[in-house]
């Protein structure tokens, strides 16, 4: 991201990465070409997060200081101007003030979708195109505030939102179930968990594609024997062809 003036205002969003246009690996969005903005910070540490480089703050002197108006910049040359689906993730991106980044970037055409696992609600959920909110089980080590969770759910305010679980084993799967049953007004989408975080330095981290089949199949018998028919199973199609490299 060289180039780009750095600025230490209220509106300064931190930036881990900005890459694409590839397709949305991932969720309600699957396979839809998108440009995606990575923020630097998170106020979870999952036990197996996959983006540690976008949460530790070992790595924040990696993270760019950028005005909304510089995102934008890097989204629409990144697309050739052409106006595309905009995946806002981190990291949190929740705690970020991405807010005039969204409705600049609406005003020219673009469509913004937010992943956050739901610890920080904010007004401007409302303006999203899709807001996608992650609530981390019970195998991620991480507890849900769930009074801040319906914050979030209710901030969205009509905005198209859905329920993305990421199942590791059954007590995820029985504590997504449960969740599931608390919101059954949003579309649910299941993924088998990826166990292979990459290590701090290394970015090309080997993924244990064999575990991961095995969780998904064994997902799909779960939901199927149960006859969650609400319920969609999506694999990670990004790891599928790319690993855990970062910036496809
Ligand atoms: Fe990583 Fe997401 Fe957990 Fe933050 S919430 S630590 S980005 S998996």
Redesign the pocket.
Known sequence: MGGISSVTNEETLRIAEIFGPTIQGEGALIGVPTVFVRTGG?????S?????H??DSAYRDTWTPMTPEAVMARIEALSGGQPLMVSL????PAIQPLGGLIRMGQGKGYRFALE??G?VARRWFRDLDMLVL?P?PPS?G?VVDWDIFAQCVAAANGAPSVLKI?VFDEVDYQWAREVAGRYPDLPVYLQPGNHTPPPPDDDDAVVDQEGVDARMLWLVDRVIGDRWFGAKVLPQLHVMLWGNKRGV
């Open positions: 998170c106020d979870y540490r999952c197996w997060c996959d983006s540690l976008a949460v993730s981190g990291g949190n956050t696992q610890s992650s981390k991620s991480m990421v």
